[in-house]
């Protein structure tokens, strides 16, 4: 299995809802990523969690609420987001040993639109 | 401070033409190198990489792409290109000794193949 499988696909939240993605893999991959991607845009890194911890967090404002209950879940928690939020968000894992970070495997991505 | 080129942003080719996406990387410490792929409405899809060994590495699809480190390029070429070639291509490099597992993204090319 060689998926990362993120839901849901598309989302329409307002502004002050509370929502959450998920994010899955069956790989053993020991690293995990949230990613943003503006249209026409490369994807931004959000957080990254190694071996179930938070590593590194891009200053991402705090409406923005990751979270890693295993090492083959990932949760990123939204809260009063607002319009400009409005993106596909990506959710990526890697291997931390052999070949290194890098060699990401990304999910399809949740489309999220804030009204 | 790292950093990744993508000399165009948009790349019109005829369907069967030879094509090249060009990147250039600046990096004071050994880097890993990918290609990464987006179809629209999905995820980004990993290419090709080079971590060492032979310069020129290649994808199961027809690219390939060359390591050159006195240029500091990865550039990435097809001989003959197909309509469903039509994507946005992500070059990345990402850092053999960084602390945290950051894939740094050039800003995309637009390779568009017309028939």
């Known amino acids: 299995d060689t998926e990362v499988t993120q839901t849901p696909k598309h989302l329409v939240m307002g502004m002050t809802n509370k929502k959450s993605l998920k994010c899955e893999q069956h790989?053993?991959?020991?690293?995990m990523y949230w990613y943003k991607q503006k249209a026409k845009k490369p994807p931004e890194l959000m957080f990254v969690?190694?071996?179930?911890?938070?590593?590194i967090n891009e200053s991402v404002p705090s409406r923005f609420s990751p979270e890693c209950p295993n090492s083959s879940l990932l949760n990123l928690h939204l809260h009063a987001l607002q319009p400009e939020d409005s993106a596909l968000y990506l959710c990526?894992?890697?291997?931390?040993?052999?070949?290194?970070?890098?060699?990401?495997?990304f999910g399809q991505g949740t489309r999220l639109t804030v009204v | 401070a790292q950093s990744v080129t993508q000399l165009d942003s948009q790349v019109p080719v005829f369907e069967e033409a030879p094509v090249e996406l060009r990147c250039n990387y600046s990096?004071?410490?050994?880097?890993?190198l990918f290609w990464y792929v987006q179809y629209p409405n999905q995820g980004l899809q990993l290419l090709l990489k080079?971590?060492?060994?032979?310069?020129l590495v290649e994808s199961i699809n027809g690219f390939e792409a060359e390591f050159n480190k006195s240029q500091t390029s990865f550039h990435l070429r097809k001989p003959s290109v197909h309509i469903s070639d039509t994507a946005e291509y992500f070059c990345?490099?990402?850092?053999?000794?960084?602390?945290?597992?950051?894939?740094?993204f050039g800003q995309g090319t637009e390779l568009s193949v017309k028939p």
């Open positions: 969690y190694s071996y179930e911890k938070l590593s």
């Open positions: 990526a894992s890697s291997p931390i040993t052999g070949t290194g970070w890098g060699e990401a495997f």
């Open positions: 790989m053993g991959h020991r690293a």
């Open positions: 990345a490099v990402s850092f053999i000794y960084n602390q945290g597992g950051k894939l740094i």
């Open positions: 080079y971590l060492s060994g032979s310069t």
């Open positions: 990096s004071s410490v050994s880097v890993y």
